[in-house]
């Protein structure tokens, strides 16, 4: 083997070994996470992704899945679904809470907040919210990404009063096969006038928003 194709090789394993190191590090974040919840959370906020009326992205099925598995096994009391029409006329909010109302979840424990557009106001939109409502405990439930976003760049003050709970991978099954089978009771709101966060907003505000530049301190404020 020539010096050329063992760095290829030693570059191939080392990328490797790191991808399965950190794999098994956000599984252990994640499962840690799951099993120190001693009681259940009052309130879970959990972050929208645009829905184009035909078919659900996996990333939001594998958030409403685990969603329901955190309610189902009493981690949780309620959600706050929590997202605007963004990119497409459906409210984020009003196709997550169809979804779980179609798997069972009684509609009573669940709250919409339809103001957020990008992610650190998924979460402080959603806070506020619940704050408001009057819900002592509350966390934010999400994809490995999005928490470790979320981890990074949220207020520090409302990221010390929450518990953040990435999806524990393990705990979901049949995704294929819930997005196959979902069929969308929500109407698009404004279809003819809707207008995509992208005609009005420019690729740098679209940025400065996910980064939390463009928050509306009043929006929920108690």
């Known amino acids: 083997m020539t ?5 290829w090789l030693f570059l191939a394993i080392f990328t490797i070994a790191a991808f399965l190191i950190s794999r098994i590090g956000l599984q252990l974040w994640s499962s840690n996470a799951y099993n120190t919840i001693e009681k259940p959370i009052d309130i879970i906020i959990i972050p929208g992704y645009p829905y184009n009326g035909n078919k659900m992205d ?3 099925m594998k ?3 685990w969603a329901k598995h955190l309610l189902d096994v009493k981690k949780g009391s309620a959600l706050i679904l929590s997202g605007s029409a963004v990119y497409s006329p459906f409210q984020e909010a009003e196709v997550m809470v169809d979804f779980l109302k179609q ?4 509609e009573e424990i669940l709250r919409i907040e339809t103001k957020a557009k990008h992610t650190i106001e998924n979460l402080v939109y959603g806070y506020n919210l619940a704050k408001k409502s009057g819900f002592s405990s509350i966390g934010f439930a999400s994809d490995y990404i999005q928490i470790i976003f979320i981890k990074l760049f949220a207020p520090p003050k409302i990221l010390a009063d929450i518990k953040l709970l990435p999806i524990d991978y393990s705990k979901i099954k049949n995704v294929d096969s819930f997005i196959k089978n979902y069929t969308s009771a929500i109407k698009p709101k404004n279809k ?3 207008i995509s966060l992208k005609s009005y907003e420019s690729w740098y505000q679209r940025i400065q928003g996910t980064f939390g530049k463009n928050l509306d301190p009043t929006i929920y404020s108690e």
């Open 58 to 60: 996996p990333i939001l």
């Open 63 to 65: 958030r409403l899945l």
């Open 192 to 194: 003819e006038t809707f």
């Open 103 to 106: 798997e069972g979840i009684n």
């Open 3 to 7: 010096k050329r194709n063992k760095r």
